[in-house]
């Protein structure tokens, strides 16, 4: 939708569109609306926690300043949001069925006025793969109409099993045929055939052996002229013999305890146990969730689902907000939540087992409390103050918040963090650049941070409380000077030495297994200057107050044919400055360095999972490849990562983080 819809359509029509960064909405959710309110918006739309982040996150008082009169189309998979007060109408939303498969849409529109359709059917109908409408609550499935076939487009409601058409009134996977369904995957010409090339049986009705058809893996059925959307044929439970859609358990769990739970974060599937497939829920708690009711919690969904549906769960798993793995537009990826229980990376707060109850080890283990450091009362100021946001945000108590635990690992997702940086820069009236928060601080780092941290934007809404900082620039990166030595000489060397002593003290990511005798330290300056005196490498140094506090090592490619590209080796920074926005500071200046030797594209490798991958890949560095056995450390041995970067987008990209 994003693409096609809002991009390449205002360009197709010659009509006037307006870009806002996913950042600055995610920062400030309320820009969104007022953009549509001032530019008099008439299309527009996101996914569906959007507007859940709307409601949320916006004021009364901040709404009563919006006009969503002019708003005539909603695209959005969620459900009506509370704006009638500012003029925003039902009439607005715009249900649609559409896949990338199919560029882009396939149904969607309603009568012009009428709104949303929305109808009740029998849940237990439709786990035969019967429709029968019924008004009734109880007993029954809201589902909301996806408008009808566009122009050109083809629907047919087939049974999977057999490839013949459904009959009226039964469910069946949506296949479609139409001049926007795509040729087929990308050099993929087994699984172009098998989705792309579908035929109806030769033997059934509806237009026997009639082809090709895009198959979608979606299950539905034709309703009063119009689609509605059942689940997904890979996610249909079978459980003794009986289907049940896994949308239907998950809103029966997240109805059990409404304001505990979080609507929309719920996944089930089967596992195979002792022979029989048994259903597990996982589901996610509200931010700020009492740990204490989460066992009776569990217990009230698993009778709820039982009493519902006749099943008996094996398990229910309660997650921390943010944890459930979705898609990108925040579509629940149920595979994927099951590969993760199997394999026991499902980070649960709670496991409700049967009858028993034992709640995750780790959130039992007492967390230590401040350090108070008579010689830093405003970082354990700071901290203090930085508790109650993250605890805003995690489903931790503020008192067990340990500042030297890496916050990352509480279970932030990307959308929580960003939230938390707008959080942070409300309070403190100090913008942490978002690179430091995804790469994983601790609450001390960030309190460090925070002394030297640019004065954030006037829109940030800065509380009474927060810090006069006046147009102050960041100091510590301000400081530092850069430069790109042709050897090693003798004022260099002690000072590279004192400085990788200091890296190795708490990072063996950077190619040693540890810390360096003397002797091992000299051998790699040594190294390091025969590169230098060879042109080999290149070697980019930070300075601080008389030391070193930086080095990365640009090694342009050798090849003829590869002569624009290169490679970043061991980019280290200092322990100590970790949060002072470094990285994209030396960036600016690997990027001037790879315009003047001619290097358009950049590579890195080092560890999945590093706070170095996090760092690089919050620039804009992209995945291309993964090595199993990359590194051994002693016993252990870990996984690669490969990146790279165009430089004229990392220009851009250091600009913004900068």
């Not at 080890?361 to 108070?372: G, I, N, S, W, Y």
């Not at 940030?460 to 090693?488: F, L, M």
């Not at 990072?507 to 810390?515: E, L, Q, T």
Request: aromatic share 6%.
């Amino acid at each position: 939708m994003g693409l096609i819809g809002t991009v390449l359509h205002p360009l197709y029509l010659g009509v006037a569109g307006h870009l806002m960064s996913p950042l600055s909405f995610l920062q400030r959710p309320l820009r969104w609306l007022q953009a549509i309110t001032r530019f008099r918006g008439g299309y527009s739309g996101g996914p569906s926690f959007a507007f859940e982040l709307c409601v949320r996150r916006i004021s009364a008082a901040e709404r009563r300043e919006l006009d969503l009169s002019t708003w005539k189309m909603a695209f959005c998979g969620a459900e009506p949001v509370r704006f009638a007060d500012c003029g925003f109408r039902r009439e607005a939303f715009h249900p649609t069925y559409g896949l990338a498969e199919s560029t882009l849409i396939v149904s969607g529109g309603h009568s012009q006025g009428a709104g949303p359709k929305v109808r009740r059917f029998s849940a237990a109908a439709l786990g035969r793969g019967e429709v029968v409408a019924d008004a009734a609550e109880a007993g029954t499935r809201a589902l909301v109409g996806c408008g009808s076939p566009i122009d050109g487009a083809e629907l047919r409601i087939v049974d999977p099993s057999t490839r013949a058409v459904a009959g009226p009134g039964r469910v069946g996977e949506i296949w479609v045929r139409g001049p926007s369904v795509a040729q087929g995957y990308f050099h993929c010409p087994e699984d172009s055939a098998r989705v792309f090339g579908a035929r109806l049986a030769a033997d059934g009705p509806g237009g026997a052996g009639d082809g090709p058809f895009l198959r979608t893996g979606d299950l539905g059925f034709l309703w009063e002229g119009e689609l509605f959307f059942a689940g997904r044929i890979k996610d249909l439970l079978i459980v003794r013999g009986k289907k049940h859609f896994p949308q239907d358990l998950e809103a029966t769990v997240e109805r059990a305890q409404p304001e505990l739970f979080r609507p929309g974060c719920a996944a089930a599937f089967s596992v195979e146990i002792d022979g029989e497939d048994r259903v597990v829920v996982v589901q996610e708690v509200q931010r700020g969730a009492d740990p204490a009711r989460l066992d009776r919690a569990a217990a009230e969904a698993a009778q709820a689902v039982f009493d519902d549906h006749g099943i008996g769960l094996h398990a229910v798993v309660l997650i921390a907000a943010g944890e459930l793995p979705k898609t990108s537009s925040g579509k629940v990826q149920r595979h994927a939540a099951r590969e993760q229980y199997l394999a026991g990376r499902l980070p649960a707060l709670l496991t409700a087992a049967g009858a028993a109850v034992s709640p995750a080890a780790a959130r039992d283990a007492d967390l230590p409390a401040v350090a108070r450091d008579a010689s830093q009362p405003e970082v354990a100021a700071r901290i203090d103050r930085l508790r109650p946001l993250l605890a805003a945000h995690i489903s931790v108590e503020t008192a067990r918040l340990d500042p030297e635990r890496p916050i990352s690992s509480y279970g932030l997702d990307s959308l929580s963090t960003v939230e938390l940086q707008a959080d942070i820069a409300a309070a403190f009236g100090a913008e942490i650049p978002i690179a430091i928060l995804l790469s994983g601080p601790s609450l001390r780092e960030l309190a460090i941070a925070l002394a030297d941290a640019p004065v954030a934007r006037s829109d940030a809404r800065p509380g009474p409380a927060a810090d006069a900082r006046g147009d102050v620039a960041d100091a510590t990166v301000g400081r530092v000077t850069w430069s790109w030595p042709a050897r090693v000489d003798a004022e260099l060397r002690p000072q590279l030495i004192a400085f990788l002593d200091r890296v190795l003290a708490v990072d063996d990511a950077v190619g040693f297994p540890g810390r360096l005798s003397p002797a091992e330290a000299d051998q790699v300056i040594d190294a390091l200057d025969r590169d230098l005196l060879h042109r080999r490498c290149q070697v980019l140094v930070a300075r601080l107050d008389g030391g070193v506090v930086g080095q990365c090592t640009l090694v342009p490619s050798g090849s003829p044919n590869n002569r624009h590209i290169g490679s970043i080796v061991r980019a280290m920074i200092d322990p100590d400055l970790r949060t002072a926005n470094l990285l994209p500071a030396a960036c600016s200046h690997i990027v001037e360095r790879c315009r003047s030797l001619g290097v358009e594209l950049l590579c890195i490798d080092t560890r999945v999972g590093s706070r170095a991958a996090r760092l690089w890949q919050a620039l804009g560095f992209r995945e291309y490849g993964r090595l199993p056995d990359y590194s051994r450390v002693g016993a252990a041995r870990y996984e690669g990562l490969y990146l790279y970067h165009r430089v004229d987008e990392l220009a851009r990209a250091v600009a913004a983080a900068r």
